[in-house]
């Protein structure tokens, strides 16, 4: 007997969206007070389904507009979600990507009509379905990522002191690293660039500010925490 597809279960598929943010030296996740059932009134990710003809970038991308405002971020999948119970309303299978935003880039009017608040990865509130896997699993990711990639520069300013690029690494490990063995690595990365500026606002001698060299760093990918 032939089948078509309309003859097989269909299951929703949706994306949820990991959104990490450096805020006052601790590394946060965006979350939503959802204001709808079900789970109402409850600590979410900012997600949405896959529209018919939408790729699965594409619905990520329009999410995190959506709540941010912000168009050119980086983002990357991490990884999918289908227990069958995972939801317990409908049968969802939902793909998690994770964004780096920097907290004075996004569109604070968007953040408060969704009612989203940033909390500290080590103080997240208790979250619906299986949303604490997700962003557990998207740290874990970007802590594999940021060993062998630049990518925690996304979440700095262009212009960023080595005290500040510290606090950030030992947000992300949740660990505190050692600051001669942290600079003896930083000093062999020819990319990034020492400004002759400093940033007076943690010291009276200040710390000197340093940019990331995209360009540089092209041209070796040498990259190493």
């Known amino acids: 007997m032939d089948r078509t597809y309309k003859d097989i279960q269909q299951i929703t598929l949706a994306v949820d969206c990991i959104i990490f943010g450096f805020n006052d030296n601790r590394?946060?996740?965006?979350?939503?007070?959802?204001?709808?059932?079900?789970?109402k009134d409850r600590w979410s990710?900012?997600?949405?389904?896959?529209?018919?003809?939408?790729?699965?970038?594409d619905a990520a991308h329009r999410v995190l507009k959506d709540?941010?405002?912000?168009?050119?971020v980086y983002m990357e999948q991490v990884r999918t979600f289908g227990k069958a119970n995972r939801d317990p309303y409908e049968r969802v299978v939902s793909t998690t990507y994770s964004a780096l935003i920097l907290k004075e880039k996004y569109n604070k009017e968007l953040i408060e009509e969704y009612r989203a608040e940033w909390f500290p990865i080590d103080?997240?509130?208790?979250l619906i379905f299986d949303?604490?896997?997700?962003?557990?699993?998207?740290?874990?990711?970007?802590?594999?990522?940021?060993?062998t990639f630049p990518i925690?520069?996304?979440?700095?300013?262009?212009?960023?002191?080595?005290?500040?690029?510290?606090?950030?690494?030992?947000?992300?490990?949740?660990?505190?690293?050692?600051?001669r063995?942290?600079?003896?690595?930083?000093?062999t990365m020819?990319?990034?660039?020492?400004?002759?500026?400093?940033?007076m606002s943690e010291s009276k001698k200040g710390a000197f500010l340093y940019r990331f060299d995209e360009k540089k760093y092209n041209k070796t990918k040498n990259f190493t925490i």
């Open 67 to 72: 709540l941010s405002g912000l168009e050119d």
């Open 152 to 179: 925690v520069f996304n979440l700095l300013p262009e212009k960023f002191t080595l005290p500040q690029l510290q606090k950030l690494y030992e947000g992300i490990f949740q660990e505190e690293m050692d600051k």
């Open 123 to 126: 103080e997240l509130p208790d």
């Open 131 to 147: 949303h604490k896997d997700m962003v557990e699993s998207a740290i874990r990711r970007l802590q594999r990522r940021v060993r």
């Open 181 to 187: 063995n942290f600079r003896k690595k930083l000093a």
């Open 45 to 57: 990710l900012m997600g949405g389904f896959v529209g018919n003809h939408e790729n699965l970038d």
């Open 27 to 39: 590394l946060e996740v965006l979350l939503v007070h959802r204001g709808f059932e079900p789970e």
């Open 190 to 199: 020819d990319f990034l660039v020492k400004l002759n500026e400093k940033d």
